[in-house]
Protein backbone atom coordinates (compact mmCIF):
# COMPACT_ATOMS: atom_id res chain seq x y z
CA UNK A 1 0.00 0.00 0.00
CA UNK A 2 0.89 3.38 -0.36
CA UNK A 3 2.48 5.51 2.14
CA UNK A 4 -1.00 8.06 2.08
CA UNK A 5 -3.04 5.19 2.71
CA UNK A 6 -1.20 3.58 5.53
CA UNK A 7 -0.97 7.29 7.16
CA UNK A 8 -4.74 7.64 6.84
CA UNK A 9 -5.38 4.36 8.38
CA UNK A 10 -3.33 4.65 11.47
CA UNK A 11 -5.10 8.47 11.93
CA UNK A 12 -8.64 6.23 11.80
CA UNK A 13 -8.00 3.67 13.96
CA UNK A 14 -6.37 6.32 16.42
CA UNK A 15 -9.21 8.44 16.44
CA UNK A 16 -11.30 5.33 17.53
CA UNK A 17 -8.84 4.44 20.02
CA UNK A 18 -9.26 8.12 21.17
CA UNK A 19 -13.13 7.63 21.69
CA UNK A 20 -12.42 4.27 23.35
CA UNK A 21 -10.51 5.65 25.78
CA UNK A 22 -12.44 8.80 26.50
CA UNK A 23 -15.58 6.64 26.73
CA UNK A 24 -13.68 4.22 29.26
CA UNK A 25 -12.08 6.79 31.31
CA UNK A 26 -15.82 8.51 31.58
CA UNK A 27 -17.87 5.28 32.51
CA UNK A 28 -14.68 4.18 34.62
CA UNK A 29 -14.59 0.98 32.37
CA UNK A 30 -11.34 -1.19 31.77
CA UNK A 31 -11.69 -2.76 28.37
CA UNK A 32 -12.54 0.29 26.75
CA UNK A 33 -9.86 2.23 28.30
CA UNK A 34 -6.56 -0.46 27.28
CA UNK A 35 -8.33 -1.33 24.08
CA UNK A 36 -8.00 2.92 22.97
CA UNK A 37 -4.91 2.57 24.33
CA UNK A 38 -4.02 -0.57 22.37
CA UNK A 39 -5.90 1.60 19.28
CA UNK A 40 -3.78 4.67 19.82
CA UNK A 41 -0.33 2.58 20.02
CA UNK A 42 -0.48 -0.17 17.68
CA UNK A 43 -0.09 1.47 13.94
CA UNK A 44 3.71 2.03 15.52
CA UNK A 45 4.66 -1.41 15.33
CA UNK A 46 2.70 -2.28 12.29
CA UNK A 47 3.84 -0.92 8.08
CA UNK A 48 1.97 -3.08 6.34
CA UNK A 49 -1.27 -1.71 5.16
CA UNK A 50 -3.50 -4.69 5.40
CA UNK A 51 -1.84 -5.62 8.99
CA UNK A 52 -3.01 -2.37 10.27
CA UNK A 53 -6.78 -2.88 9.29
CA UNK A 54 -7.00 -6.07 10.60
CA UNK A 55 -5.59 -5.94 13.90
CA UNK A 56 -7.29 -2.69 14.04
CA UNK A 57 -10.94 -4.11 13.16
CA UNK A 58 -9.81 -7.06 15.71
CA UNK A 59 -9.20 -4.58 18.47
CA UNK A 60 -12.31 -2.32 17.86
CA UNK A 61 -14.54 -5.05 18.05
CA UNK A 62 -13.15 -6.28 21.31
CA UNK A 63 -15.48 -3.79 23.82
CA UNK A 64 -18.16 -5.20 21.91
CA UNK A 65 -17.55 -9.02 22.71
CA UNK A 66 -15.67 -8.57 26.46
CA UNK A 67 -19.09 -6.57 27.76
CA UNK A 68 -19.26 -6.59 31.75
Known sequence: ????????LSVLFSSIGGGYVLYGKKQRQV??????LALCVYPYFLA???????VGLLL??????LRP
Open 31 to 36: VPLLTG
Open 60 to 65: TAVPWF
Open 1 to 8: MDIGTILM
Open 48 to 54: NGSAIVV
